[in-house]
């Protein structure tokens, strides 16, 4: 053996040094430890050690020598006086291409059976901060989902994120799951946060199935969870993410949900003594949200891009309570799923005029633009009429535009319906939609760029007939 080699098993043998505090007060979630001040900041990882076995914990405050921890589960076994150790450098977790196909849990610990590579190649952390403003590349190409609505009125394209608001039971995982199959991109990394435990299998099996694990990895983290937990998932999420994004992949991230998330720093808030604002949420809801959702989006020169939908489950119905209010501002699109459109049969319930994509009109060519114009003008004249048509107070012939509007309802309604296996490229969804505008009777939307061409054939015919 080497001298080198030998030095190299000596480092890997010896231990670090200790550092060891104890428990002084337990109150709910609340452990305070004392010992700890000067070595411990905000963030640092800690393992309480008591009587039936071993706690982890985060420090998520701080108040003169006594510092206020928080379980990676809960302090059931703990008591005064136990003693509390340091972890140094336990805020890492080591991704790899060995991670696709495979589901972790909030600390990246696996939860199925795969094999790992043995040597990572780098590491990353669960807290970084967002590249700056000019470190990004522009948001890139129109990202083809395969979803009719989707790709008609509210594209996506790479790098851009976007927030699907939805109260429960509309839809929302049928949709990620969706998304997740037909998009194109190199790795899709899932969050499901907060989830019910029954639910992470049958989406993971039947909703997402083998086509979309095989190149996916899953983080999950259920509602049973300590808050931490819940909350670290988020991060673990977006730390694999940038990830492969460093490695120039193209990722889709989708993150179900936002909510889920922000109840869980609420509960770490009030456990830290912050006081309650907005429908009880603390200040740090309101902080810890932009720096989660900005570290999606376009990545620097050389690497790929994380382009994120982020689910918002909003309750009663109510789109403008505080979380989704705050996502929606932060947000580069957002996708509205309705319960009346879903209670009618058609999924996905995206309800079209409340939806909208902020990369509109620069991802669409102009002629696709058009079409969208015409079709979406459409929908808003028979929305607009639709209460008086249910009621039979509209007589046909009354108004052209209305006639045109509800000829075009009829067939684009259920055109839009798309079951879980369905796929559509967007060539065929943009000349569906053309040929029903045409066929409703409503002015043709590519008249003019038709005019145009046939003008250009003329000048350019003009100089050879002279000849």
């Not at 059931?76 to 589901?103: C, F, K, N, Q, T």
């Not at 382009?307 to 909003?314: E, K, Q, R």
């Not at 015409?374 to 509209?394: F, P, S, T």
Request: overall charge negative.
């Amino acid at each position: 053996m080497s001298t080198f080699s030998k030095m190299q098993k000596a480092i890997y043998s010896s231990s670090s040094t200790r550092i060891i505090g104890a428990t002084k007060a337990i109150v709910g979630l609340t452990l305070t430890v004392r010992g700890l001040e000067a070595v411990a900041g905000i963030g640092s990882r800690c393992r309480v050690f008591g009587r039936t076995g071993v706690v982890d914990g985060e420090v998520v405050g701080a108040d003169g020598s006594d510092l206020c921890v928080l379980p990676f589960g809960t302090w059931e076994g703990i008591a005064v006086g136990d003693p509390v150790e340091l972890i140094e450098m336990d805020d890492m977790i080591y991704p790899d291409d060995s991670w696709i196909g495979s589901v972790v849990d909030a600390l990246g610990r696996p939860l199925s059976k795969y094999a790992r590579a043995r040597r990572p190649r780098r590491k990353s952390s669960f807290k970084v901060q967002p590249p700056g403003a000019f470190e990004r590349k522009k948001v890139g190409e129109k990202l083809e989902t395969q979803i009719k609505c989707i790709d008609v009125f509210t594209p996506i394209c790479r790098g851009q994120r976007m927030g699907v608001f939805a109260g429960s039971g509309v839809g929302k995982s049928t949709m990620m799951a969706m998304l997740a199959r037909n998009t194109d991109a190199d790795v899709i990394v899932i969050g499901l946060i907060g989830e019910r435990g029954r639910e992470v299998q049958q989406f993971i099996h039947e909703d997402l199935g083998p086509e979309g694990m095989a190149r996916a990895v899953v983080v999950v983290s259920t509602g049973d969870e300590a808050p931490l937990l819940r909350k670290q998932a988020a991060l673990t999420t977006t730390a694999i993410a940038e990830y492969f994004k460093s490695t120039g992949k193209q990722v889709l991230l989708l993150l179900d949900s936002v909510t889920r998330f922000a109840m869980a720093q609420r509960e770490i808030g009030l456990a830290r003594g912050e006081p309650p604002t907005l429908r009880g949420y603390p200040p740090s809801v309101f902080s810890e949200m932009p720096h989660l959702l900005e570290r999606a989006g376009p990545g620097r020169e050389g690497e790929g891009d994380i382009t994120a939908l982020y689910t918002v489950l909003v309750d009663g119905d109510d789109m403008n309570e505080p979380i989704a209010d705050a996502v929606r501002g932060i947000v580069d699109g957002h996708l509205v799923l309705d319960r009346r459109i879903a209670e009618q049969g058609r999924f996905p319930a995206v309800d079209l005029q409340k939806s909208l994509s902020r990369m509109l009109p620069g991802c669409h060519s102009p002629e696709e633009f058009e079409i969208t114009k015409a079709a979406r003008k459409a929908l808003a004249r028979y929305a607009d009429m639709e209460d008086l048509i249910r009621l039979g107070a509209y007589k046909a012939g009354s108004d052209p535009a209305t006639d045109e509007a509800i000829r075009f309802f009829s067939a684009a309604s259920p055109y839009l319906s798309q079951s879980r296996g369905d796929r559509m490229p967007a060539s065929e969804s943009f000349a569906d939609m053309y040929r029903m505008i045409l066929e409703s009777g409503i002015e043709d939307p590519l008249r003019a760029f038709f005019e145009q061409a046939d003008r250009q054939k003329q000048d350019a015919a003009e100089p050879g007939a002279a000849a």
